[in-house]
Nanobody, 125 residues
Framework: QVQLVESGGGLVQAGGSLRLSCAASGASFSSYHMGWFRQAPGKGSEFVAAIRWSGGNTYYADSVKGRFTISRDNAKNTVYLQMNSLQPEDTAVYYC??????????????????WGQGTQVTVSS
């Protein structure tokens, strides 16, 4: 099973940018669709973005469409989330997750096989 480690979180002012990375190990990275989810304090997990195993199709929550970009580099076993025009409501712990490529894309973290420990993103107003 693939193991995932997120990085790149931090504190940024509203309007700023961050790029999150998620490094995979332990299994064939290109055998997995990848997703990003987030969880704000006191709230449930929220779908942010997903990308198919080949990188050919991407999916976004309406709340981040046009501001966030998901990408992957299968040669580096890494998926990225470029976040621009960040707003205080984007403050959350961000998790990457892996789902087998023999399944379709899912918007629910519970349908992913594994996820990382998360990285904190805090956007100040």
């Amino acid at each position: 099973q693939v193991q995932l480690v997120e990085s790149g979180g931090g504190l940024v002012q509203a309007g700023g940018s961050l790029r999150l990375s998620c490094a995979a190990s332990g299994a064939s990275f290109s055998s997995y669709h990848m997703g990003w989810f987030r969880q704000a304090p006191g709230k449930g997990s929220e779908f942010v973005a997903a990308i198919r195993w080949s990188g050919g199709n991407t999916y976004y929550a309406d709340s981040v469409k046009g501001r966030f970009t998901i990408s992957r580099d299968n040669a580096k076993n890494t998926v990225y989330l470029q976040m621009n025009s960040l707003q205080p409501e984007d403050t959350a712990v961000y998790y990457c997750a892996a789902r087998g490529a023999d399944s379709g894309i899912s918007y629910y973290i519970g349908e992913y096989e594994t996820w990382g420990q998360g990285t904190q993103v805090t956007v100040s107003s």
